[in-house]
């Protein structure tokens, strides 16, 4: 009877030890794991060129797909009518210039002399008049003229008297030279001319279309021939840098995160070969994980945005590519790290 419930114990045991291996390792401390694993897709920036203002495009230097640097040409507007602003805007400076030089300048010796002329001019015109006054005065008290002839004698000393003073006036406006205010005008309108000088100018430079940072032409919107104005895309370029991993960092995973620190990045495009990057970005606020996770847990599940920059020198990383994206975390203390890092 013993030997028949020596099995039986031994199974109990058995089952027994087995049930508290599995409950242990079922409630046991896990070990924290030392990288950080994310999954997301591949952003860049995109811009969409517009010249500044109207006109027909008379040339497109680069194709869809053409690798552009910084500040190259890549479109221009018809030249013409911007080119003839500047010449009608520098003519309009020049008669200003002109003007206020003239003005500082003040009387010629010339006008001066003229000046001094016309005042010897009117005094002696009034000394004859004074005198021919006295005459017809003494004339007619003998009654050897009309009265009338006095009358017309005292007008014409009155005129000669005015016309005195009018010399000397034009004499002195001619010593003093131009009014300060007069100046002050014309100084400030060749100001005006000249900032007019310099927004046809820049017109003129704005019908070349320049990269604003090195890419890749992604679509070519207007053609040669085409008008465009200063809300319409002329082109789409796609920028080299920055280039980043948009992925998403559980909540509870989000103290282990910190801006700055090192990063790899995968692609399944290339197998085995890692991409070095940083943490530039964590969003501040969370949200939920994006449908393109078909997990139900997971969507379920509040996340924060990461951007994780990515050093792409060859252009390798295209624009939502799928990648994965490991942070270690150990020895690896956030860096001030620039976005621009990889530039170049």
């Given at each position: 009877m013993k030997n028949k419930r020596l099995p039986v114990l031994v199974l109990v045991i058995v089952l027994i030890a087995a049930g508290a291996a599995a409950y242990w390792a079922l409630h046991r401390p896990k070990a924290?794991?030392?990288?950080?694993?994310?999954?997301?897709?591949?952003?860049?920036?995109?811009?969409?060129?517009?010249f500044n203002d109207a006109g027909r495009i008379a040339r497109l230097r680069v194709q869809e797909g053409d690798t552009v640097h910084k500040n190259q040409p890549v479109a221009q507007l018809d030249p013409?009518?911007?080119?003839?602003?500047?010449?009608?805007?520098?003519?309009?400076?020049?008669?200003?210039q002109n003007i206020l030089a003239k003005l500082r300048a003040g009387s010629r010796p010339q006008e001066i002399a003229g000046?001094?002329?016309?005042?010897?001019?009117?005094?002696?015109?009034?000394?004859?008049?004074?005198?021919?006054?006295?005459?017809?005065?003494?004339?007619?008290?003998?009654?050897?003229?009309?009265r009338q002839t006095l009358d017309n004698a005292a007008q014409a000393l009155k005129t000669a008297k005015a016309d005195a003073q009018r010399a000397q006036q034009a004499l002195s406006l001619a010593l003093q030279?131009?009014?300060?205010?007069?100046?002050?005008?014309?100084?400030?309108?060749?100001?005006?001319d000249q900032a007019a000088l310099a927004l046809a100018?820049?017109?003129?430079?704005?019908?070349e279309l320049r990269a604003p940072e090195a890419g890749v032409v992604e679509n070519?919107?207007?053609?040669?021939?085409?008008m465009a104005a200063s809300q319409t895309p002329v082109m789409t370029i796609a920028l080299n840098n920055p280039v980043w991993a948009r992925a998403y960092v559980p909540e509870r995973e989000l103290g282990r995160l910190a801006p700055g620190m090192r990063a790899r990045i995968f692609s399944d495009s290339f197998p085995g070969q890692a991409f070095d990057g940083w943490v530039g970005f964590i969003s501040p606020t969370a949200e939920f994980t994006p449908k393109s996770v078909q997990t139900t847990e997971l969507r379920a599940e509040l996340v924060y945005r990461v951007r994780v920059y990515a050093c792409n020198p060859q252009g390798r990383l295209r624009l939502g590519m799928?990648?994965?994206?490991?942070?270690?975390?150990?020895?690896?203390?956030?860096?001030?790290?620039?976005r621009h890092a990889c530039a170049g």
């Open positions: 924290q794991t030392q990288t950080l694993t994310l999954y997301g897709n591949i952003d860049i920036r995109q811009v969409q060129l517009a013409a009518r911007f080119q003839d602003a500047v010449n009608r805007a520098q003519a309009v400076l020049l008669a200003q000046a001094r002329a016309g005042v010897d001019a009117a005094q002696a015109a009034l000394q004859n008049a004074e005198g021919t006054y006295k005459r017809q005065q003494t004339l007619v008290d003998a009654d050897f003229l009309p030279g131009p009014r300060k205010e007069d100046i002050a005008a014309a100084q400030a309108q060749v100001q005006a100018r820049r017109e003129l430079a704005d019908t070519r919107i207007l053609e040669e021939g085409d799928p990648v994965t994206v490991e942070v270690p975390l150990r020895d690896n203390a956030p860096q001030q790290v620039p």
